[in-house]
Structures are given as structure tokens and as C-alpha cells.
């Protein structure tokens, strides 16, 4: 059986993403390496990999062509991206991949679109019945406050790690800031926080779906977290995988749940592995197993109830020691 070799896109910190396909590959006993490219070599994750690439910026019109040349050079079969600005490149250019035989694990075109855009994400949430917060520009808000009740969120309409977002007390503190600036307001929705990690299959159906609790987050990413079998959320995070226009591979989407209420609010949803992913893993969510599988065409060990409830995840600082050469300095 040929090498099943894995490409870690834009790899950057993500460490426990990489491992976590290291250990599939043992656990499958297939051969093959896990590979990882970055614009940097200050990239943990690429001096942890089995091999790596410096590549161009992901907005450079040199990126698409240099990563393809990596694939049909080393027999890429899998390439995960991992980071918000290069998922439209790689939905835009899926079937170019698979001429040189490799497999992006990205959703469409239409879906990447969708989770990008903070207005799209809200204008498809309401018109497919799904729950969601108000949103609107900073300019109608301004325009006709007394229809929202402060304080409010201020987001960017592109944007991710909530890098930007902002707590708005009232209308002077709105006032301040330039309508043009593409900047959105949200109420703040109530309750606890939820990632509901997705795999979708390549007919865009859900095959399992693990919610965790977010119980502290650092830097917009999850530092303590821990997995709940909540049927409600489960069941709504299944109908927004199923609904999205060809959702494939892994998907997070952000759900606020009140438990006084039962309101449900979401907020997000990203197509691409999530920071937290390493907990819905360890607790047996194997969607990297299930992925090569599907594309192996291998019987299917896919199981949507089978990982553990209340694992609970506390994060800690690793380091990876280089010599200075190495890391290009």
C-alpha cells in the first residue's frame, strides 16, 4: 500500500493537530509521514512534523502553485488547513488537488464564504431558521438606538480569535466609532458557551458531533473546556451541517446555550479544525481515523455516540527547542 502522506497547512502553533494525525497513522498502521509548511520557521508545529516547507503568505498569488508542487513532489494524499485566510484559497482550488491526487479537507466554496463573513454567517443563519443574536451596522444601530438595549458587542465583520471585539456600554461609546470602519454590532447572548466540533462526510452528512463547554479561553482560543452530551445542541449542530451547501471535512460551530431559558444563540461557525479539536480526540471523537478512512475507501469505524462525556481539557505551555539556524534566525 502506497504512503498515505499528510500535508498540516499553515501549521503554526498547532502542535497537538499534528500529533494527533502522527498517532492516527500508528494507530491505522499505515506508513506515511505528517508533514507541515508556514511562512515562518518560527512554527512549533514545523519542527515537530516529519518534514516541512516554507511557503509563501497564503494571500500571495504564489501559494496555490507552490503548495501544489509540494503535493505532486511528495505524494501528498491529505492537506489540513488550519488558520481563516487560507480556507477560500483552498475551497477556490480543490480540483486542482485532486489532479495531483490530494485531497483538501475543506468544505465548498459557498460554505467558507458563509463562515468568513460575520453578515453572511447571520443573513444564512435567519433565513434557514437557525437561532442567532440581532446584529446589525454601526450606523443603524446609531440611527434608531432605542430599539437595542446596551451593553453590545462591536465585531468585525472579517475577523476570528476575537481579535477586534469590543463591549459597547451605551450610545456614546458607539458614537465614537466610524460607521465605515466594517465594523457589526451583536447583542450579547446569554448563557454558557459551546464549541460543537462537526465531521461531515463528503456527501456533506454529519457523522459526529461533540460539544465542549468552553470554561476559560486565552487568546480567543480555548485554554479549559470540557466535553457535554447535550442533545439539544447536538441535534442543532447536525441540521446546521446538513443544511450548509457541501460541508465537508471538520467544522466547529459556536452555540450560547441558557440553561434558565433554553435559549440558543449561534454566533459562529468556522470550517476548518478548532483550537479545541485535541479534547473532542481524546475524548474519541477519531475524525482524522474516520477521514482516511472515507478517502481509503475503508469500511467506516465512524461513530456519532461513542466519545466520552465530561472529559475535561486544562491547557499548558509546551516548548520546542531548535538550534537558531533552524528556525532561520
Excluded at 477586534?164 to 461609546?173: A, E, I
Excluded at 476559560?216 to 480555548?222: D, I, L, M, N, Q
Aim: with cysteine.
Amino acid at each position: 500500500m502506497p504512503d498515505f502522506n499528510i500535508l498540516i497547512s499553515s501549521a503554526g502553533r498547532r502542535v497537538a493537530l499534528l500529533r494527533i494525525f502522527q498517532k492516527t497513522l500508528v494507530e491505522m498502521g499505515l506508513h506515511g509521514k505528517v508533514l507541515a509548511s508556514d511562512m515562518s520557521l518560527l512554527s512549533s508545529a514545523v519542527h515537530s512534523a516529519d518534514g516541512c516547507f516554507l511557503v509563501p503568505p497564503c494571500t500571495s498569488p504564489e501559494f496555490i502553485p507552490t503548495m501544489l508542487n509540494i503535493c505532486r513532489e511528495n505524494s501528498i494524499r491529505l492537506i489540513v488547513p488550519t488558520i481563516d485566510t487560507e480556507l477560500p484559497m483552498y475551497a477556490s482550488h480543490r480540483d486542482r488537488f485532486l489532479t495531483v491526487g490530494t485531497t483538501v479537507a475543506i468544505s465548498s466554496p459557498e460554505v467558507v464564504s458563509i463562515g468568513g463573513d460575520k453578515e453572511k454567517t447571520f443573513n444564512w443563519l435567519i433565513r434557514n431558521g437557525f437561532p442567532t443574536v440581532r446584529q446589525a451596522p454601526v450606523g443603524e444601530v446609531i440611527r434608531e438606538p432605542k430599539l437595542w438595549a446596551f451593553p453590545l458587542l462591536l465585531k468585525p465583520r472579517f475577523g476570528s480569535a476575537s481579535i477586534g471585539v469590543t463591549n459597547v456600554r451605551d450610545l456614546n461609546n458607539l458614537r465614537v466609532i466610524s460607521p465605515t470602519a466594517g465594523l457589526l454590532v451583536q447583542t450579547i447572548a446569554k448563557g454558557n458557551e459551546y464549541t460543537v466540533d462537526i465531521l461531515a462526510d463528503r456527501q456533506g452528512n454529519c457523522l459526529c458531533a461533540v460539544p465542549r463547554k468552553r470554561l476559560e479561553v486565552r487568546g480567543g482560543e480555548v485554554s479549559k473546556g470540557v466535553t457535554v452530551r447535550n442533545e439539544i445542541l447536538l441535534g442543532l449542530a447536525q441540521r446546521i451541517c446538513e443544511t450548509l451547501p457541501s460541508a465537508y471535512g471538520a467544522l466547529n460551530v459556536q452555540i450560547f446555550l441558557d440553561d434558565a431559558t433554553g435559549d440558543l444563540n449561534v454566533i459562529e461557525i468556522n470550517p476548518r479544525f478548532g483550537g479545541g479539536f485535541p479534547l473532542t480526540w481524546e475524548a474519541g471523537g477519531k475524525y482524522p481515523q474516520w477521514m482516511i478512512e472515507e478517502l481509503m475507501g475503508l469500511p467506516s469505524a465512524a461513530a456519532s455516540s461513542s466519545w466520552k462525556d465530561g472529559l475535561v481539557m486544562l491547557r499548558y505551555d509546551e516548548a520546542v527547542f531548535v538550534n537558531a539556524g533552524e528556525a532561520g534566525i
